[in-house]
């Protein structure tokens, strides 16, 4: 078609002139920009998916971390209220350690 460009009407007929090489290099050129471009979006999608990731992650521990913080925080008031019971004065219950056994012995008698 573009050797003898005289012997048909291609106007008249609505047919694209001829791809000629230069043309056709400039077509691939374009495709092949084209897939640069999507591998490169690509490649940033991707990046983006870790970085969400190691951040959820990061999220997940700290959170983690937190509760085991508080069970411990948890843990060490328990512990020192059960001190503070143990070590405090027979005087400071309400009833008498008498009275106490007193009561227990009637219950166990009737």
Do not use: H
């Not at 005289?6 to 001829?18: F, L, R």
């Not at 990046?47 to 509760?67: F, G, I, L, P």
């Not at 503070?84 to 027979?90: G, V």
Request: hydrophobic share 40%; with cysteine.
């Amino acid at each position: 078609m573009a050797s003898q460009p005289e012997k048909w009407d291609y106007v008249s007929a609505g047919i694209p002139s001829a791809l000629t090489e230069e043309l056709e290099a400039a077509q691939l050129a374009k495709k092949a920009d084209k897939n640069a471009k999507l591998k490169a979006k690509e490649q940033e999608r991707k990046v983006s998916e870790e970085e969400k990731k190691k951040r959820a992650a990061e999220a997940a521990a700290a959170a983690q971390d937190m509760e085991i913080a508080q069970a411990a925080a948890e843990a060490a008031a328990l512990s020192a209220r059960s001190e503070q019971r143990q070590s405090s004065p027979a005087s400071s219950l309400p009833f008498s350690s008498t009275c106490q056994i007193a009561c227990f012995m009637t219950w166990l008698c009737t």
